[in-house]
């Protein structure tokens, strides 16, 4: 069930931001050049363990579109060697959905 009202490129950006915070965070975890108490570990340990498991959730079409578009960002032309563009945007929108109904169910 979705409980918002989002366009398509809304949903880009807000899943970019997203997996944005989430590649910061782990960089800063893996620098630990400041001693850090474990309180300030946890919110960040949380929102990546969070998106794993959402993206763990999906199907391998919209995990294949969701890891290589927000999490790894690999060549924009990834997907020419598995769909059509038609095809690709048509699973990119139910991969987006999907991925924030389940991100909203947590």
């Known amino acids: 069930m979705k409980y918002y009202v989002f366009t398509f490129s809304q949903r880009i950006r807000l899943i970019n931001y997203l997996f944005d915070l989430a590649r910061k965070q782990r960089f800063q975890q893996n620098r630990l ?5 474990q309180s300030d570990i946890l919110p960040q340990a949380v929102l990546i363990d969070i998106l794993d498991s959402v993206l763990e959730i ?20 990834w997907w ?27």
Request: hydrophobic content about 30%; overall charge positive; cysteine-free.
């Open 33 to 37: 050049l400041v001693r850090e108490s």
């Open 58 to 77: 999906l199907d391998e079409e919209s995990r294949r579109i969701m890891v290589n578009d927000f999490k790894i960002r690999t060549d924009k032309q």
């Open 80 to 106: 020419q060697h598995f769909y059509s563009r038609s095809t690709y945007y048509r699973l990119k929108t139910k991969a987006t959905e999907e991925f924030l109904d389940y991100l909203h169910a947590r």
